[in-house]
Nanobody, 120 residues
Framework: VQLVESGGGLVQAGGSLRLSCAAS????????MGWFRRAPGKEREFVAAINWNGGSTYYADSAKGRFTISRDNAKNTGYLQLNSLKLEDTAIYFCAAGRSGWPSVAYEYWGQGTQVTVSS
């Protein structure tokens, strides 16, 4: 089982990034997917989640209106579009997958993360 994030990088404040999460080793289309982040010196926090077929999404207040979660089950890939980035969005972003619970998903699988750094 693997979840591999990509798409992170260095971006100026106000800019955009699109993160991807490639899943393998399990039936991705049966699982809800979530994105989390951990900023320097802080605990990991929830960012957004999407249910198994993409019909329902859920966002942290900090992500509403700026970030968009989506998925393509045919490609076994999930996405997180980050717009209007702020300095405080600097963090390692992780994707996760779980089968039970919505929107409080019990995540079973986790990726290693991708670094997003927002500069002024």
């Amino acid at each position: 089982v693997q979840l591999v994030e990509s798409g992170g990088g260095l971006v100026q404040a106000g800019g955009s990034l699109r993160l991807s999460c490639a899943a393998s080793g399990f039936t991705f289309g049966f699982y809800a997917m979530g994105w989390f982040r951990r900023a320097p010196g802080k605990e990991r926090e929830f960012v957004a989640a999407i249910n198994w077929n993409g019909g329902s999404t859920y966002y942290a207040d900090s992500a509403k209106g700026r970030f968009t979660i989506s998925r393509d089950n045919a490609k076994n890939t999930g996405y997180l579009q980050l717009n209007s980035l702020k300095l405080e969005d600097t963090a390692i972003y992780f994707c996760a997958a779980g089968r039970s619970g919505w929107p409080s998903v019990a995540y079973e699988y986790w990726g290693q993360g991708t670094q997003v750094t927002v500069s002024s």
